[in-house]
Structures are given as C-alpha cells and as structure tokens.
C-alpha cells in the first residue's frame, strides 16, 4: 500500500456500529399495508461453480429472508445444479448465462456477485459480462469476483466500470482478498485496517467493507464506520455469502447504501451474537442458522 493519497494517510475515526436500530431506521422501517411484490426489489445472485453451489444458495436464502421480493440465482455452470432450491423453492434457479441474458426482462434492481464462483474462463466471462452490462444496477462483488477484479490483466477494464457506474459497487473482500486487491500480504492488511478498508474505496472508487472482527465500512466518500456486532461463531465457510447476500437484498429493495451496507453488517454480526445469547454456537455456528436469526432481528429488533 505505498501509494497511498494524503487524503486517505490521515484517516478519520471510525464511526461505532452497536445499536443498529437507532442507526438503520431504513432497515426497521415497517412494511406499506399495500405493498407486494414487486415493491420489495428482485435480487440476481450470479457464482456457484461445480462444488461450490452452496455459496450461492447461501447468498440467495439470505436476500429472500431479508424481504426481497424475487430472487434469482445464477450458476457458473452450463445448467442449474438443481431444478429447484428444495429448503426454498421461491428462489428461481438458473444457469448463469441464461439468467444474464433475461436480465432486461426480469427487472433486476440490484447484483450479488462471486460467491463460490470459481476461477474458469467462464467465470471470467460471466463477470466481464455483468460489470459491462449493469452500469445502472448496484452490484456487490464477493470472493471470486473479487480475485478476477485483482487481477493486473483485467483491472483497467473493470476499474472503468466501476468508476462509470451509475449505481452502488460494494466490495465485500475478507483480510486475503483486501491483500490481493492492494497488491499486499495479509499482514499488511491487518497492519492498518482502516487505512486499508480506506484505500480499497479509493482505489476502486467503490463501497468497500473489509471484513473479519471489527468489520469496517467505507464509502466512496471516505466515511468510515466500523461494527461492534458478531463473535468468532462466525468464523465458519459461508457466513460470507450470507453477508453479501443481505448486502444486496437491501440494495435492491431500494435501501440507502448508508444505511443497507453498514446496516447489512451490523445486522449479520447482531444475528451471530443473538444465535450465541440464545445456546447456538459460537462452535459450530453454521451461515444458515445466521440467515434466520437476522430474519428474527429484522421483524423484532433489540430495543
Ligand atoms: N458452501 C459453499 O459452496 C462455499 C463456498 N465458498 C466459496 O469458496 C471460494 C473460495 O473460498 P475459500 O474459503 O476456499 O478461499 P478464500 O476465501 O480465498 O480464503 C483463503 C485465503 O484467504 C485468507 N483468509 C480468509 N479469511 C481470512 C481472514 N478473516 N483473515 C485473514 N486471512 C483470511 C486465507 O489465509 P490463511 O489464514 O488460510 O493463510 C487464505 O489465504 C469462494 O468463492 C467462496 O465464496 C466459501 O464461501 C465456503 C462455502
Ligand atoms: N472472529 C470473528 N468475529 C467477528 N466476525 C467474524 C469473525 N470471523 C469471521 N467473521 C465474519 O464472518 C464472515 C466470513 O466471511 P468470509 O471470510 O468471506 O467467509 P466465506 O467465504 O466462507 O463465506 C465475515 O462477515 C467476517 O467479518
């Protein structure tokens, strides 16, 4: 991280994330009695290599829990794994191209991207494909879709969609994917959290939430926040996904970035403390079990 602005050198003190509800009123805020569907947002959740399905169906469960009104699930494989998500089958399943090419029909309002997406050519496509074609739509890039955007080859052309986007971009990295996009070791990271966390919304003009204890937010802007919520439960595969999908279910139900991704993370964190509070984890804490505690805190917040 050698090159970092001087305005980013002097980073300014987080902002505390522990009461979520006086913080995310947006979160909170009750339901229309006129509401349907299609007011709640469809959310397209695009990974899932051979293997790695789950990574999907765990970003997936967790938008449709949050409230989005539809969501769709996109495999990096030539057809869906499964015909249906048999724990939920409102999702909608399909193969990842076919979903990118019905994107225009479906009326997505917002992208989860790189769970479980895999390193193959179709991966690369797949993701070339959406930051090329969604400048409008927020997307939240995780995991894989984070390597592909670390990659020297590609960041020219996938910088350029970033900073021409007319939406939100959320980089969700954990502390080795921050040190592959700062051209850094892990150590370097954890050095410095909040000037890494700083330096990644700098350079990718992006939202960036560098995860692990202590999770930090940063907007494009500089604002920084950083959460109180959560405990070592959540140190088990999976509960990523969940976050990127809560991420993304929130921006596509018209959420406020400020308040959907900082919020996001308080809530997930906030689910994993309710789990432990309540006889289940931290050991063994599993991501699904998180999805449905941060159901509970949605509808019933701590007061
Ligand atoms: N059910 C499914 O389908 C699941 C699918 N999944 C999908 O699998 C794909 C690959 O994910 P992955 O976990 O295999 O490798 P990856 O995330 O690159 O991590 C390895 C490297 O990062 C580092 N590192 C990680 N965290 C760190 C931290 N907090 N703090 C510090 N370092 C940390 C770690 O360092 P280490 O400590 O091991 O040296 C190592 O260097 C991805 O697409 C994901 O979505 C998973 O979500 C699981 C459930
Ligand atoms: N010790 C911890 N305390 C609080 N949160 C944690 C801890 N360990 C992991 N987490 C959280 O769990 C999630 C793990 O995400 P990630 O590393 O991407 O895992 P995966 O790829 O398996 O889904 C992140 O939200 C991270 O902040």
Redesign the pocket.
């Known amino acids: 991280m050698s090159s970092l602005p001087a305005r980013i050198a002097s980073a300014r003190q987080p902002v505390p994330l522990q009461d979520g509800l006086s913080l995310f009123p947006a979160l909170f805020a009750p339901r229309s009695a006129l509401s349907h569907k299609g007011s709640h947002g469809s959310l397209a959740v695009l ?3 051979a ?8 970003a997936a469960r967790a938008a449709l829990l949050m409230g989005t009104g539809k969501v769709f699930a996109g495999f990096c494989q030539t057809v869906s794994p499964l015909p249906c998500d048999p724990q939920h089958p409102e999702l909608m399943l399909h193969a990842a191209d076919a979903l990118l090419e019905a994107a225009g029909s479906l009326g997505i309002s917002a992208w989860t991207a ?5 390193r193959s050519d179709m991966a690369e496509r797949l993701l070339h494909q959406l930051l090329g074609s969604q400048p409008m739509q927020p997307i939240v890039l ?4 984070l ?1 592909w955007l670390a990659e020297p080859a590609h960041r020219p052309f996938w910088r350029s969609c970033l900073t021409q986007a007319g939406a939100p971009r959320v980089l969700t990295p ?4 921050a ?1 592959a996009l700062l051209d850094t070791d ?1 150590a370097g ?2 050095a410095d959290r909040p000037r890494a966390v700083m330096h990644l919304a700098q350079r990718y003009d992006c939202w960036a939430v560098l ?3 202590g999770t930090l937010v940063c907007a494009p802007d500089g604002r920084l926040w950083q959460n109180g919520s959560g405990n070592p439960g959540l ?1 088990s ?5 969940v976050l ?1 999908g809560m991420i993304g279910s929130f921006l596509a139900q018209g959420v406020p970035p400020e308040q959907a991704i900082p919020g996001a993370v308080w809530l997930h964190g906030a689910a994993a403390d309710y789990l432990v509070a309540h006889g289940t984890g931290p050991k063994g804490m599993t ?1 699904s079990e998180v999805i449905l505690a941060a159901r509970t805190l949605l509808n019933h917040p701590p007061a």
Not at 114 to 118: E, I
Not at 174 to 177: L, M, R, S
Not at 237 to 241: A, I, L
């Open positions: 990974g899932g290599a293997g790695m399905s789950g990574a999907v169906l765990l790189g769970c479980g997406l895999g995780d995991a894989d879709g390597r954990h502390p080795g994917e040190a892990i990271i954890q995860k692990g204890a140190a595969g999976g509960t990523g996904d990127a991501a």
